[in-house]
T-cell receptor, first 116, second 115 residues
Framework: AQSVTQPDIHITVSEGASLELRCNYSYGATPYLFWYVQSPGQGLQLLLK??????LVQGIKGFEAEFKRSQSSFNLRKPSVHWSDAAEYFC??????????????FGQGTILTVHP | NAGVTQTPKFQVLKTGQSMTLQCAQD?????MYWYRQDPGMGLRLIYYSASEGTTDKGEVPNGYNVSRLNKREFSLRLESAAPSQTSVYFCASSEDRGGRTDTQYFGPGTRLTVL
């Protein structure tokens, strides 16, 4: 079965600083990878996803993520953080088929605090 | 186009009471999901429905039942609520065509407290 680890429970950055949120997955083949963001009291919104092809994917709100097969990672980055980026971020892995068809496995989440 | 809607937004129950959480989507998606979110544990899948008329257990199904009423609606029922079911519940839907996991779209959530 697949699993996802987000090693950082809480990250604090200053506004304007760069950001990298870590995500490591465990899966026997190339998984489908997602990053979602959750603002306080809200549902989850998709930031970006990787299915195949170019390993650097662009998302909404200026975010990007890079799939690195050798490291089983899919880290999320943003060159300059805005105060409105403060939220909780979830990495998730899905599989192409089989018994886990359609199901996502989520990491524990990383809470991002942005200081002015 | 409302996306995924959930009712109610908030609910307080006493131990042993029952209730049904409602979810509807207007995107003509095949698959629908129920998750619970607890601090530090991410989202855990309770039940899912790959198509109308089918349902299957997820990671934490005990204490819950579901009904896929039609393609639009997927309800979650707590028959006898327990304090351990205090959580935020999210419904999601996705198209999932051709055997491929697709983007899931989430509702705003239901915050449930069981006393």
């Amino acid at each position: 079965a697949q699993s996802v680890t987000q090693p950082d429970i809480h990250i604090t950055v200053s506004e304007g600083a760069s950001l990298e949120l870590r995500c490591n997955y465990s899966y026997g083949a190339t998984p489908y990878l997602f990053w979602y963001v959750q603002s306080p009291g809200q549902g989850l919104q998709l930031l970006l996803k990787y299915f195949s092809g170019d390993t650097l994917v662009q998302g909404i709100k200026g975010f990007e993520a890079e799939f690195k097969r050798s490291q089983s990672s899919f880290n999320l980055r943003k060159p300059s953080v805005h105060w409105s980026d403060a939220a909780e971020y979830f990495c998730a892995v899905g599989t192409p088929g089989g018994t886990s068809y359609g199901k996502l496995t989520f990491g524990q989440g990383t809470i991002l605090t942005v200081h002015p | 186009n409302a996306g995924v809607t959930q009712t109610p937004k908030f609910q307080v129950l006493k131990t042993g009471q029952s209730m049904t959480l409602q979810c509807a989507q207007d995107m003509n998606h095949n698959s629908m999901y129920w998750y619970r979110q607890d601090p530090g544990m991410g989202l855990r899948l309770i039940y899912y429905s790959a198509s109308e008329g089918t349902t299957d257990k997820g990671e934490v199904p005990n204490g819950y039942n579901v009904s896929r009423l039609n393609k639009r609606e997927f309800s979650l029922r707590l028959e006898s609520a327990a304090p351990s079911q205090t959580s935020v519940y999210f419904c999601a839907s996705s198209e999932d065509r051709g055997g491929r996991t697709d983007t899931q779209y989430f509702g705003p959530g239901t915050r449930l407290t069981v006393l």
